[in-house]
């Protein structure tokens, strides 16, 4: 349910019915969907397999001063990720124009590992090969793999692949031999490593084809702030909840003492090997920024615990975007100028106009990808039972589906560019039993929030616990209590003081909650007793009290009477 694979009925949802066909973890395959949705699959693919693998960067020990220089080009500020796709990028643009000797030294004067890379582009390719299987990716998309591996190698290749396997096997079986360069330090032999090097890239060589690898990762390189972040919110799909956020203090706080929050787990920090712990001013925010626009959160892969709790795979991503697009509850005020976000964030807007085009925008974006997994699940569904080549290729079917992938990208570009202002906190823990209104009554009008709501459902239901009204699954309209309201529930329900009950008369000294407990267990005084004896004997014969307004009088008098009297009074005045 976390990752809207299910609903609240434990029922499959569009994305995870589509999850449930790939063999991939949860995590990577809505990542991988999501990629194929809003056009940016290539650097998703190479991402996803680099989060699939161990990461290449080791770290650097001390008095290695130089691994790190040379490791700046590849470090991006958007966070690990996107530093391995750089790294990932720059190993293929010199496989393709050199060999593995030159890969090799790259490698070794970076102190990455260059198995890790061969790892990646295999994996890439399985997962490429999976999304043609059941038909999610677009029309006439040419993979950068050269078929299956039965088709790929002409007898040639084989013979090649063979000779090369034999000499690396015979070069095991030689003895160690340790050699002294010339400054003293021991070297070990390195035809084993050549030989292992040459078959690695040899196998490269004949699974992948070099130069649409080469061409993907320029058109990678040639990604705009745009595209980098329409990027990080198809990786977030896959990654939510797995949010941190950075604590109010880190601001007095020295830059390896940076901590972090999430929901589960509070005062967490970053993993040394992070490119956030090596550049912290990473994570501040740019000059010129308006205060309490474009805040940012951490997305995390992994939460590592050793002797400290450690967020690896870590990368900086909108906060009011994600959180407002993949989150399972969205709870509103009145005039939804607060949104609380999965009982943990809230999100504060200037006014409640603001917090309305957020969620206008919101519902828009949510509705229109789920159509869209519909529909590609019904387009895959088609083209498994038909065995017609004219089936495969598309149709109008087809054309429909990538004309709203356009224009659901460019709507997600609009929003991520669109800035909204709004402070973003924790929700308080002392708050929390206070924040929603609760259970309404029945006599509760519908509001007009101006909000879309669901087309399964003709008409508003109310909240049974939270209150409000549900617009959607995730959406609850005016469930919030009011901020004031909240802060005083908060305070009084700890708050205790000397009270005297009028009914026993003890003085105690007792909080809000348990005055009301006491009074509801607590005997009635006698004057309450008697005034409801008298009470029960003038319903028992059927009278209650009536004030004419015609003559001024209150008289003890039953139901029929009150009508006899008022056609009386009718009567009366039709006669004059």
Not at 160 to 173: D, S, T, V, Y
Not at 536 to 563: F, N, T, W
Request: proline share 5%; with cysteine; glycine share 6%.
């Amino acid at each position: 349910r976390g990752q809207g694979a299910l609903n609240s009925e434990e029922r499959l949802t569009p994305i995870g019915r589509m999850l449930a066909q790939l063999p991939v973890d949860i995590v990577i395959g809505k990542m991988l969907v999501m990629g194929t949705i809003f056009h940016v699959i290539e650097p998703v693919l190479a991402i996803a397999a680099a989060l699939s693998v161990q990461s290449p960067f080791s770290r650097v020990p001390l008095g290695q001063g130089d691994i790190s220089v040379a490791r700046r080009p590849l470090e991006s500020e958007h966070g690990d990720p996107f530093t391995l796709l750089n790294a990932f990028d720059e190993w293929i643009q010199l496989k393709s124009e050199g060999g593995a000797s030159s890969t090799h030294r790259w490698c070794k004067r970076r102190g990455l590992e260059q198995q890790r890379f061969y790892e990646m582009a295999k994996l890439r390719q399985q997962f490429q090969e999976i999304l043609q299987e059941h038909s999610l990716l677009p029309r006439g998309y040419e993979g950068t793999s050269r078929g299956r591996r039965g088709e790929r190698l002409t007898e040639s290749q084989k013979w090649e692949l063979r000779q090369m396997r034999k000499r690396h096997r015979a070069e095991h079986k030689k003895r160690k031999i340790l050699k002294l360069d010339d400054e003293g330090g021991v070297l070990s032999d390195s035809d084993e490593e050549s030989v292992s090097a040459d078959l690695k890239d040899l196998e490269f060589k004949l699974l992948h084809d070099l130069s649409q690898l080469q061409e993907a990762s320029a058109v990678r390189q040639a990604f705009t702030l745009r595209d980098t972040n329409v990027l990080k919110i198809v990786l977030c799909s896959g990654l939510y909840p797995q949010l941190a956020m950075a604590d109010d203090c880190n601001s007095y706080r020295r830059d390896s003492e940076q901590v972090f929050h999430t929901k589960s787990k509070p005062f967490v920090v970053l993993h040394p090997t992070s490119v956030f712990a090596t550049n912290p001013e990473y994570l501040q925010p740019p000059e010129g920024r308006k205060e309490n626009v474009g805040q940012e959160v951490l997305a995390y892969v992994d939460l590592l615990e050793t002797n400290k709790p450690y967020l690896v795979n870590v990368m900086r991503t909108p906060a009011l975007q994600t959180l407002t697009l993949f989150s399972q509850n969205l709870d509103t005020s009145g005039d939804c100028s607060r949104l609380v976000v999965d009982e943990w964030l809230e999100l504060k807007f200037p006014d409640g106009d603001t917090g309305q085009k957020v969620l206008s925008v919101v519902q828009t974006l949510r509705s229109t990808w789920t159509h869209l997994l519909e529909l590609k699940l019904q387009l895959h569904e088609s083209r498994s039972a038909s065995s017609d080549s004219h089936q495969h290729g598309g149709g109008p079917e087809g054309a429909r589906i990538s004309a709203l992938e356009d224009l659901l990208a460019s709507k997600l570009a609009e929003f991520l560019d669109s800035s909204f202002p709004s402070i973003l906190r924790q929700v308080p823990s002392t708050m929390k039993p206070h924040l929603y209104k609760g259970p309404p009554s029945d006599d509760v009008e519908q509001p007009t929030s101006g909000l879309a709501v669901s087309k399964s459902s003709t008409e508003l239901k109310s909240h049974p616990i939270k209150g409000g009204w549900c617009i959607t699954e995730y959406l609850t309209y005016d469930c919030l209590q009011d901020e004031s309201e909240v802060a005083a529930s908060s305070v009084e329900h700890y708050l205790q003081r000397v009270w005297t009950c009028p009914s026993c008369e003890q003085k105690l000294a007792v909080t809000v909650a348990e005055q009301l407990q006491h009074q509801t267990t607590c005997r009635k005084s006698l004057e309450d007793a008697k005034e409801r004896q008298q009470f029960m004997e003038v319903e028992a014969g059927g009278l209650r009290e009536y004030h004419c307004p015609v003559c001024d009088k209150v008289l003890q008098l039953s139901s029929i009477d009150i009508l006899r009297h008022k056609r009386t009074h009718a009567q009366k005045s039709q006669s004059k």
